[in-house]
Every structure is written in structure tokens, then in C-alpha cells.
């Protein structure tokens, strides 16, 4: 008959008893990890968003509008809370007026939680990421950018006559403030399109931009997969942008370094349309507005003619089922560039016009409708 000798019973019971302890406190850190990561991303569980998210995400923005008024006058609503909702709803009213206060009076709104210091870090940097976004986001309007580089708090990262690095500058603070994938998104988009807007700068200075926008490309899919981790995440604002913004960021990296990502741009762009066209939102509409836009100018550099007219084309149709182009960023845009009639926007809008009469019928008939004596 076989003894089993009792240090090795001990041994046993010790290495059983350490075994328990580490999934006890693996399972501790797993759990609190998943609740701060809900509280990092929301501010708290978000049942009172879910009227105006739900109403968002129809496409029903003035319901969703009618929601935040409702949050706003409810005690039980906490100051975090709130500036969450404030969050959701920019752009909002923007997108069912069109009229340029609503940015303003957006941007004035996004200051306010930025600079409070009782608010989350991560609730203060998504809200200095929409600012970082919001010249963008009206159609490259200076007075939205103006507005937005007065005083505090952003008024140190600005670069004298360049918007774009302007913005770039605060979605870098805004990842270093709280990581999210939104603005790392938004700084990859902005590096990888100064080549796009100034195709003579140098190679060095073309491969360094390239570089950080490869970076922050890959610090925003890190965080999508992170803040996938809450159910809702795929119906919200960041995974609209996220997906739009890694489809152009892949397209022009296959530009302006090549491999890997030119053979895979084109099914970047077509995942995110067959995804958007299952959205109702307005900004679903609007980035799939501004994807086709940038999805051309990449197709014209990678010197795919047939390709480019595709999508103009496709824009074409798009744009003529806008009752109010001028509340859509990519509708400000070209009515902007359309007045001014110079600058890099034009350049590329002329060569476009050639590319595709349908686009340039589009755009003429968008200004025309938009114009003070078709009213």
C-alpha cells in the first residue's frame, strides 16, 4: 500500500489555496476593470441617455433635442451626467438648423466642462475633443474655429494661419488628458491629411506625419476594442467616427507609405459604408457624406480615375436628398469653398467637377438652392 507523504499533502493544499486566491483577485481586478472602464466611457450606467440616444440613433434629432432639455431639468441628474448628455446632443442642433450659433453655442458649452475640474478627465477630454473637431465638423468655418481658440482653455494650442494643426494639437491633449478613441482617430486623420493638403511638402516631412498618424491609428483601435466592452458602444458617436476615420486614414497611408495599406484601403471604405447604410442617424449620413468626399480625393492620388467618378457620382445622388445642405459638414464645406472660390478646397473641387458633371451638377444646384433668392 501506497502512503502519500504529508509534506506533499501541504503542498498541495498551498498551491491549491494560492491558486484560488489568484482567480479570486483576478476575477477582483477583471470586474473592476469592466466598471471603470463603463464609468470611464459613460460617466455613469447611462439610463437616462437612453430616450435621446435612442432618438439619435432613429434620426430623430429634434426628439433627442427635447430629451436633453429633459435631463437638464432633472435634479436627479448629476453635473457629470449632465455634461455627458451635453456631450451627446452637440451637433445636434447644428444638424436641424444649420445656422452657425449652433456651433458657437456648442463650443461655448464644451469649454465650460473642459474647464471644470470637478468633472471626469475622461468626460473634460471627449468634450476637448469635439472642440478640437468643431471647425471640421461646420464646414472649415473660421468663426467656429475663432471662437474656439479664444481664451481659455484652448487658446495655447494654437497655430497661427493653420487650422489643421491647430486641431491637431488638441486632440493630442485631449488622448493625453483620457484616452479615447475618438481622438486618437481625429489626430490620425488630421496627420495623414497634411500631405492632401500641401502635396509639395517634403518627403520628410510627408513620412513624419505618416508616422504619428500610423501611431494614433493603432492607440485607436486599442481603445475601440476597450470601450467595445459597453453594449451600446456600437450605436454611439465614437464607433461612427472611429470606423469613418480608420477607412480615410487607411487611404491615405496607402498613399503615403504604401504597404501595408494599399491593399487593404478599399475594403476599409467599403466595410464602412455597408455598416453606415444600417445607421438612421444624421451622423451616419454625414460621415458617409464626407467618406465618399476624401474616398475620391484618395482614388484621384492613387490615380484611379474610373474609381473616383464612382464615388463622386454616389456623392452626387447623395447630396441632391439634402433638404438643408448647409446643416451638414460636408454641405457648409462646399457651399464655403463654392463663395470663396479659392484655396486647396476649390483646386480639388474644379479638378472633381471634371471628373464627374454629375458631382459638379450636385454642387451648383446645392448652391443655387441654398442661395438668399431661392428662399
Known amino acids: 500500500m501506497h502512503t502519500f507523504p504529508i509534506w506533499k499533502l501541504l503542498a498541495w493544499l498551498v498551491a491549491l489555496l494560492l491558486l484560488v486566491l489568484l482567480l479570486g483577485l483576478g476575477i477582483t481586478y477583471f470586474s473592476a476593470l469592466n466598471s471603470n472602464q463603463t464609468k470611464t466611457i459613460s ?13 439619435k440613433m432613429a434620426g430623430d434629432d429634434q426628439a433627442a433635442i427635447t430629451q436633453y432639455q429633459s435631463i437638464l431639468n432633472d435634479p436627479q441628474v448629476t453635473n457629470e451626467q449632465k455634461a455627458f448628455a451635453a456631450i451627446n446632443i452637440a451637433g445636434v442642433a447644428f444638424n436641424v438648423s444649420g445656422d452657425v450659433q449652433s456651433e458657437l453655442n456648442d463650443v461655448d458649452a464644451m469649454k ?25 465638423s461646420s464646414g472649415n468655418n473660421m468663426q467656429v474655429f475663432n471662437e474656439v481658440f479664444k481664451g481659455d482653455p484652448l487658446s495655447t494650442y494654437l497655430v497661427s494661419g493653420n487650422p489643421q494643426l491647430s486641431d491637431l494639437n488638441v486632440e493630442e491633449a485631449s488622448y493625453a488628458l483620457s484616452k479615447t478613441s475618438t481622438a486618437a482617430i481625429y489626430v490620425a486623420q488630421i496627420a495623414s491629411g497634411q500631405y492632401f493638403q500641401n502635396p509639395q511638402q517634403s518627403a520628410s516631412t510627408t513620412a ?18 476597450i470601450e467595445a466592452q459597453t453594449s451600446y458602444y456600437t ?25 501595408p495599406y494599399e491593399k487593404l484601403y478599399r475594403n476599409e471604405f467599403q466595410n464602412f459604408f455597408q455598416f453606415a447604410q444600417t445607421q438612421k442617424s444624421t451622423l451616419a449620413q454625414d460621415e458617409t457624406l464626407s467618406v465618399l468626399y476624401q474616398y475620391a480625393k484618395i482614388l484621384a492620388a492613387d490615380k484611379d480615375v474610373a474609381g473616383e467618378k464612382t464615388q463622386l457620382d454616389q456623392l452626387a445622388q447623395d447630396l ?13 464645406l462646399l457651399l464655403q469653398a463654392h463663395a470663396n472660390r479659392s484655396g486647396a478646397t476649390w483646386l480639388t473641387l474644379k479638378a472633381m467637377f471634371a471628373v464627374s458633371p454629375n458631382f459638379a451638377a450636385a454642387v451648383t444646384k446645392l448652391v443655387t438652392a441654398s442661395s438668399p433668392s431661392s428662399t
Open 43 to 55: 460617466g455613469s450606467t447611462p439610463t437616462y441617455l437612453v430616450p435621446l440616444l435612442q432618438a
Open 112 to 136: 465650460g466642462i473642459v474647464l471644470d475640474q470637478n468633472l471626469s478627465a475622461n468626460t473634460r477630454a471627449t468634450a476637448m475633443s469635439i472642440l478640437g473637431n468643431a471647425y471640421n
Open 320 to 332: 441632391n436628398t439634402l433638404a438643408n445642405p448647409a446643416a451638414h459638414p460636408l454641405g457648409a
Open 235 to 259: 450605436n454611439s458617436n465614437r464607433y461612427m467616427i472611429y470606423r469613418a476615420g480608420r477607412a480615410i486614414v487607411a487611404g491615405r497611408l496607402a498613399i503615403e507609405v504604401g504597404a
Open 208 to 225: 513624419a506625419y505618416a508616422a504619428t498618424a500610423q501611431q494614433y491609428l493603432g492607440y485607436a483601435d486599442t481603445q475601440s476594442t
